[in-house]
């Protein structure tokens, strides 16, 4: 059960576009296609933003997007606003649990 | 809307037992998987365990196997942890979390958290 692999950081400009990657291996992210991403406010629970790699629930902005190919899973945020930075956190279903990735902290600059 | 109220965080010492509850409402809990997952201060996020709608597939963390028990009672809408042998590194805050199907494999996302109860393990 190691930890999927994200980069700790990440940052873009108002209206700019950034892509957060999520390594596994073919026992989590690359065997399924149950890969969430979670947004994560200081002091806040986390936000479910995408599910089963791409789909997005119900008010979350269609500027957030997932995608997947192999080990790797990725969440593209759109035309970045200031309220979207906060910490990015991905997750895969590692049949019978779920592991979490390292989490990426998204800064607006 | 739904809520999901966690309690029963506190100051413990090492090697002894805390149980965590979860009261859940604003929807059919037993349609549900329930997951308990943990953060540790200024640290990221930790699946602990999850349980399915009938309790009959349930998971843990390597972490936690052995020493945590997840349990539920739709009866009362509640979702249980019960941790043994605590260590210094089970600090944390744990966040009660539902599952968007009802087998824990969070394959349709933790779709509704709490707002957690903290853990601290310490003599």
């Known amino acids: 059960q190691s930890a999927l692999t994200q980069p700790p950081s990440a940052s873009g400009s108002p209206g700019q576009s950034v892509t957060i990657s999520c390594t596994g291996t073919?026992?989590?992210?690359?065997?399924?296609?149950?890969v969430s991403w979670y947004q994560q406010h200081p002091g806040k629970a986390p936000k479910l933003m995408i599910y089963?790699?791409?789909k997005r629930p119900s008010g979350v902005p269609d500027r957030f997007s997932g995608s997947k190919s192999g080990n790797t899973a990725s969440l593209t945020v759109s035309g970045l606003q200031a309220e979207d930075e906060a910490d990015y956190y991905c997750?895969?279903?590692?049949?019978?649990?779920?592991?979490f990735g390292g989490g990426t902290k998204l800064t607006v600059l | 809307e739904v809520q999901l109220v966690e309690s029963g965080g506190g100051l413990v010492q090492p090697g002894r037992s805390l149980r965590l509850s979860c009261a859940a409402s604003?929807?059919?809990?037993?349609?549900?998987?329930m997951h308990w997952v943990r953060q540790a201060p200024g640290k990221g996020l930790e699946w602990v365990s999850g349980?399915?709608?009938?309790?009959?597939?349930?998971g843990y963390a390597d972490s936690v196997k052995g020493r945590f028990t997840i349990s539920r009672d739709n009866a009362k809408n509640s979702l249980y942890l019960q941790m043994n042998s605590l260590r210094a590194e089970d600090t944390a805050l744990y966040y009660c979390?539902?599952?968007?199907?009802?087998?824990?494999?969070?394959?349709?996302?933790?779709?509704?958290w709490g707002q957690g109860t903290l853990v601290t393990v310490s003599s």
């Open positions: 979390a539902k599952d968007g199907s009802d087998f824990p494999s969070a394959a349709a996302g933790l779709d509704y």
């Open positions: 604003g929807f059919t809990f037993d349609d549900y998987a």
């Open positions: 349980i399915s709608w009938n309790s009959g597939s349930i």
């Open positions: 073919s026992s989590d992210v690359g065997g399924y296609n149950y």
């Open positions: 089963e790699v791409s």
């Open positions: 997750s895969s279903y590692a049949g019978s649990t779920v592991v």
